[in-house]
């Protein structure tokens, strides 16, 4: 599977949006982009994936570029709850599996 | 609510001990996947059991193994266990045996202290 890379840490008022990048430079055609948070130490929590298209959903919004070599995640209205360490994670054809990296970590302030 | 249920929630034991950690996995799932967390070590893959069988395989120490039972719940098998062993472990499950488009839900973990 492609790696990621995520900044460390992230910072986000309450009620902004909060946009969090993941780059994904190796990239190949067949492999999904996901992401997951995980809120202290519960179990990792799906958000959102997505393979060349924008995608939304109920939590989030999915930007791609077109090159797909990078992506963003979009919590449009960030609250308390969100607080979390977010991962980004590519995922191909034949990985049974997720491999998760150190994500970020994002806080977000009153 | 994943609909994936874990147990026990939490478990302490001593070195040398042996201990077996439970998972359900949602209505309808075929596979299960076994993830360990540690401090240092982030969330590593452990197994994944596909409909009975073991289908790929991870980190895992040779104390430790997996099965995965008819009614395809599956339990992690853990023995002669070191403080090192003291970790967050999750379950996970998807419907199929683990395509590029399936996502995983996740359980909400057994916390393992060996003391």
């Known amino acids: 599977d492609a790696k990621t890379t995520q900044p460390t840490s992230m910072d986000c008022a309450e009620g902004r949006a909060a946009n969090l990048p993941c780059n994904h430079s190796t990239i190949s055609g067949n492999e999904y982009v996901y992401w997951y948070r995980q809120i202290h130490s519960q179990g990792p929590q799906y958000i959102i994936h997505g393979l060349k298209n924008n995608e939304t959903n109920e939590m989030a919004s999915l930007i ?47 | 609510d994943s609909g994936v249920t874990q147990t026990p929630k939490h478990l302490i034991t001593a070195t040398g001990q042996r201990v077996t950690l439970r998972c359900s996995p949602r209505s309808g ?62 379950c996970a499950s998807s419907p199929r045996e683990g395509w590029a488009n399936e996502k995983l839900f996740f359980g909400s973990g057994t916390q393992l202290s060996v003391l």
Do not use: M
């Open chain 2, 29 to 90: 799932d075929l596979s299960v996947y076994w993830y360990q967390q540690s401090l240092d070590q982030g969330l590593q893959f452990l197994i994944q059991y596909y409909n009975g069988e073991e289908r790929a395989k991870g980190n895992i120490l040779e104390r430790f193994s997996a099965q995965q039972f008819p009614d395809l719940h599956s339990e992690l098998n853990l023995s002669s266990l070191e403080l090192g062993d003291s970790a967050l472990y999750f």
């Open chain 1, 64 to 110: 791609i570029t077109e090159d797909r070599k990078s992506s963003t995640l979009i919590l449009p209205h960030a609250t308390l709850r969100d607080t979390a360490v977010y991962y980004c994670i590519v995922r191909g054809t034949g990985a049974n599996n997720l491999f998760f990296g150190t994500g970020t970590r994002l806080t977000v302030i009153p």
